[in-house]
């Protein structure tokens, strides 16, 4: 499905002028139903030749880190870039990418789409009604733990920061249940199962607590607003250089996720993320 045209007025500014995909014949139908100029032959023949570049892949966690391969050779011109998510689901691959965007000065973002939901947001701005957090859950449907987890961690984080210590899977592949550990005994659970359709938050905090749920009945959800929301953040980027979401951050919700894998494939055991980082 393509995004409606009704969207265009959002990012007026920008225009997709080169498109590349896997498979040559799709990348020139695309080109054609979107009228983008340039249907490439190569993934990077527009390096040095574009403001910013996309990294869209979206499928499933099979076809692992394509979007960081594809990106580099952009992000190694300074191009800024948008990496769909996740980050990576290597540790050593999302430190690489980071790196390398901080020696050339490229804004980068990677990100759940949730995080720009008004839901996620609004609670954000109203996070200092809560008081000190201690603890906070989220929960999700069912699906690959790094590829659909970030759905979960990325609001989470974005909501209370980073400083994650620890990780903990203690579910199992069909349900996961993943603890989080911080400084001060603050921790952080969340939850993938077989469950229906929805994200599920609640936040603890000295002063109060907050719960709220992003269904696919709602118009955000069912209109997509919070994909339409994350283009518009990426494009800012783009126009002005300044990153919506820092690189510790985005780095943390890789080292988390990452981090939770690690736990699941070791039989539950209890990882400390500063080991995962280079030393």
Excluded at 99 to 116: H, Q, T, V, Y
Excluded at 127 to 150: C, H, K, Q, S
């Amino acid at each position: 499905k393509f995004i409606p045209s009704s969207v265009a007025p959002l990012c007026d500014d920008a225009r997709v002028t080169a498109i590349w995909t896997p498979d040559p014949a799709r990348t020139k139908v695309v080109a054609r139903a979107l009228d983008i100029p340039w249907a490439m032959c190569r993934s990077d023949d527009a390096v040095g030749k574009v403001d910013a570049v996309l990294s869209s892949d979206d499928s499933c966690e099979q076809w692992e880190d394509r979007n960081a391969s594809w990106a580099m050779p952009y992000i190694a011109a300074g191009t800024p870039a948008f990496l769909d998510k996740p980050l990576s689901h290597s540790t050593r691959e999302a430190f690489e990418v980071v790196d390398l965007a901080r020696e050339k000065g490229a804004p980068i973002l990677s990100c759940s789409g949730f995080r720009f939901s008004e839901a996620v947001r609004s609670q954000r701005r109203n996070m200092e009604t809560l008081g000190d957090i201690v603890g906070a859950d989220g929960a999700g449907p069912l699906g690959w733990l790094i590829f659909y987890g970030v759905h979960v961690i990325d609001p989470l984080v974005s909501m209370i920061g980073i400083g994650a210590q620890w990780v903990q899977h203690t579910g199992s592949p069909g349900n996961h249940l993943v603890v989080v550990g911080y400084d001060r005994a603050r921790t952080v659970c969340f939850r993938s199962a077989a469950m229906a359709y929805g994200f599920h938050f609640s936040l603890f905090g000295s002063d109060g607590t907050a719960r709220f749920s992003i269904h696919p009945d709602e118009p955000e959800i069912a209109q997509e607003r919070f994909h339409v929301e994350t283009v518009r953040a990426a494009v800012e980027m783009f126009r002005t250089g300044r990153m919506p979401v820092s690189y510790e951050e985005q780095l943390e919700v890789a080292l988390i996720l990452t981090g939770a894998k690690a736990s699941m494939e070791s039989g539950g055991k209890r990882i400390d993320l500063s080991d995962l980082r280079p030393h």
